[in-house]
């Protein structure tokens, strides 16, 4: 397919880690700060739930609260990354710390998620897609972790989650990106909304998502279909999803 002229823009980005995730090298601060510089609304602080060996206190997330909704004139929006355990869809927040957030990344990580067949997998996502606290099915195009996204994919749309293109998937996730692609093209395939996000892991990578970008430009992938392109999109996802954010 040859590369289609849509224009992206970004109005935030929905997936970033703090020192807090202790692999991570910026402050909350210093990310609202550069998503400020980059001309975002909202940033997304997200970091690995407790789970991952470099996660922070389950206290991180309960005390969120004390942040300011804006940092530097940006929403920041209190989130975790939530890890998937099983095939059974079971993540390492419960439900009321759940419930406490704003934002919600649901991911498959080698550390938490133990070896799965795609049949598994495709038990394991359906099961996440059906939990009214998961946001955003994150980076899920990594191969150990292949499922059925013909049959996922489209439960992802129908219970409103916004599946994600993941930047840092091109700067550590290399073999997936022949999947994200799999993934994007069936995302737009179905009309499933996509979240572009960064994964930041140190402040000047946020907003930054030159692969991603080119990646949806080959897909001829439609901009009105990113929850996070343009300030509106964001209101009314938050807005299906339920949450109580508004830009
Ligand atoms: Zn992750
Ligand atoms: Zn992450």
């Known amino acids: 397919m040859s590369k289609q002229d849509f224009l992206y823009t970004l109005a935030a ?21 550069a998503a400020a510089q980059r001309g975002l609304a909202a940033v997304g602080c997200t970091d690995h739930a407790p789970a991952m060996p470099d996660a922070p206190h389950l206290w991180h997330f309960h005390n969120l609260k004390a942040l300011p909704d804006y940092i530097a004139g940006v929403r920041v929006l209190r989130g975790a990354e939530v890890n998937v355990l099983g095939t059974d869809g079971r993540l390492d927040l419960d439900e009321s710390t759940l419930k406490s957030l704003e934002l919600v990344v649901a991911s498959m990580h080698n550390q938490t998620m133990p ?27 990594a191969p150990q ?14 219970q409103g989650k916004a599946v994600e293109i993941n930047e840092g998937t091109f700067r550590v996730r290399k073999t997936s990106a022949p999947n994200c692609r799999r993934i994007a093209e069936l995302c737009r395939k179905h009309g499933v909304h996509i979240a572009l996000d960064s994964d930041a892991h140190y402040h000047g990578q946020v907003g930054d998502m030159p692969h991603c ?5 080959e ?23 339920g949450r109580k954010v508004s830009l």
């Not at 970008?213 to 430009?217: A, G, R, Y």
């Open 213 to 217: 970008v080119e990646l949806l430009q």
């Open 115 to 141: 070896a799965s067949s795609a049949e598994e997998c495709t038990a394991a996502w359906l099961a996440v897609a059906a939990n009214p606290l998961v946001d955003i099915i994150g980076h899920s195009g």
């Open 13 to 33: 980005d929905l997936h970033c880690h703090t020192v807090a995730s202790t692999h991570a090298f910026s402050t909350v601060t210093e990310l609202a700060q």
């Open 145 to 158: 972790f292949a499922y059925d996204y013909e049959t996922a994919i489209p439960e992802f749309g129908r």
């Open 219 to 241: 897909v001829g992938f439609p901009p009105e279909l990113i929850v996070n392109g343009s300030v509106e999109n964001l209101n009314a996802f938050f807005r299906r999803r």
